[in-house]
């Protein structure tokens, strides 16, 4: 009996498998089929603001809408790409559109995600100053948005690019941060601009005693250092009220603005700013 229980479960592993690797391959050549035709992906942009909701800048995020099946989440593609060998165009499609909307648009910062395999191309460095080249966005202007693990692996090639980046006055901030295992070591060691609280942590502000205690050693720590702090996923009014308490440089989340598409994105822009919600009146 429960030997062919646990047949039947092989079994039944097995065909998921099949099915997850079938799904897999027919991504891998839908994308490939996208990049190609180049009109199912787009760029949007989802806004960053001062706690007191001015507009700073954005930051840009891949979209992959298929024919058929939809919007597809980054959090599904961006993982195949990276293994098919993809990511690079993918990236640097992502990068083109971002630099341009940020030549259009000086002094608001344009964050933009990098993959460990663009940063280790010797020739992403000359690709980046290219681009800034041709669109006239100002180094200072562009964030390149990174993850621990990158740091991790401590190679030649992407410690001189980060190097290079930085000698030029493009920012590098560290995305998803507190998710690694190494944070405060690498922040001692590389320097970075800003860190990207992850919003594992925003999510429980204010209701928990213990996130709200980690947050603020993260931000306390990371002004100690000279490194500005982000917070991501901000949702509610509380929760920024309480970043803004504990000297949060930059909000992040629905609360003030999802990602939007170029036009909007360069409406709110010239906007400016955001207005906060009227207090209700007492009758
Ligand atoms: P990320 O860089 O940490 O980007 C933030 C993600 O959080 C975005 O998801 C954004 O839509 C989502 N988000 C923003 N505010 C809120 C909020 O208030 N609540 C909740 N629940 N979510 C919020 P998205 O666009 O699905 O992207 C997921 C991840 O995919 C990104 O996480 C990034 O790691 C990766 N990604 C997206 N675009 C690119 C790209 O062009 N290149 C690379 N290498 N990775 C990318
Ligand atoms: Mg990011
Ligand atoms: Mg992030
Ligand atoms: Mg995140």
């Known amino acids: 009996e429960a030997k062919a229980n646990g047949r039947n479960r092989a079994v039944v592993f097995h065909e998921h498998m099949n099915e997850l690797l079938q799904l897999r391959h027919t991504v891998e050549g839908e994308l490939r089929e996208a ?24 930051e840009a995020l891949a979209r992959w809408t298929h024919p058929k099946y939809g919007p597809i989440s980054p959090a599904q593609f961006i993982p195949v790409a990276e293994s098919a060998g993809l990511i690079e165009a993918l990236g640097d499609a992502v990068l083109r559109r971002a630099l341009e909307m ?86 001692k060691r590389y320097a970075v601009d800003r860190i990207k609280i992850d919003r594992s942590f925003i999510s429980q502000l204010g209701e928990d005693q213990t996130s709200s205690a980690i947050v603020q050693a993260m931000v306390t720590l990371a002004h100690a250092m000279g490194i500005e ?30 990602p939007i598409d170029p036009d909007k994105a360069a409406a709110l822009f010239a906007q400016g700013a955001v207005r906060a919600p009227q207090r209700r009146r007492r009758a």
């Open 229 to 258: 702090v982000t917070a991501e996923g901000v949702e509610t009014e509380k929760q920024l009220t309480v970043l803004r308490d504990m000297g949060c440089n930059t909000i992040q989340g629905y609360l003030l603005a999802p």
């Open 102 to 187: 940020g030549g259009h648009w000086p002094e608001r910062t344009i964050a933009v995600n990098i993959s460990p395999a663009q940063l280790r191309n010797p020739k992403f460095q000359s690709r980046v100053f290219e681009l800034l080249a041709l669109t006239g966005m100002r180094p200072g202007d562009l964030e390149l948005e990174i993850t621990e693990g990158i740091l991790l692996e401590d190679e030649m090639v992407t410690t001189e690019t980060l190097r290079a980046f930085r000698a030029a006055g493009i920012k590098i901030a560290l995305d998803d941060f507190g998710t690694g295992y190494s944070s405060l070591n690498y922040l």
């Open 35 to 58: 990049l190609r035709r180049d009109d199912q992906l787009s760029v949007s942009f989802q806004p960053l603001f001062t706690p007191d909701r001015k507009v700073m800048g954005a």
